[in-house]
C-alpha cells in the first residue's frame, strides 16, 4: 500500500483466509506506511497496540470490497 493517490494495491492471494492473515499481519506489526510517523527518528512501538479498530473492521472492509466487486489487485 502507499499513501500517493490513496491507492491500496493486493496482489491475488490464493484465499480470502490467507489474504485476511496477510493483512492482519501488515496492519498489527507494521509501525509506518512510507516513513510516516518517523518524524525526527522519534517512534513508540507501544502506541501502535492501544487501537485495535482497524484490525477488528478488517473482515467488515474485505467482505464490503468483494460485496461491490471492487478490485482488490
Given at each position: 500500500?502507499?499513501?500517493?493517490f490513496f491507492i491500496f494495491d493486493l496482489p ?62
Amino acid at each position: 500500500a502507499h499513501t500517493c493517490f490513496f491507492i491500496f494495491d493486493l496482489p491475488e492471494y490464493s484465499t480470502i483466509e490467507i489474504m485476511y492473515e496477510r493483512l492482519n499481519y501488515a496492519i498489527t506489526n507494521c509501525s509506518s506506511i512510507d516513513a510516516d510517523g518517523m518524524m525526527n527518528d522519534v517512534l513508540n512501538p507501544a502506541n501502535l497496540n492501544d487501537n485495535t479498530d482497524l484490525v477488528e473492521q478488517l473482515p467488515t472492509v474485505i467482505t464490503t470490497l468483494l460485496e461491490q466487486n471492487y478490485p482488490l489487485i
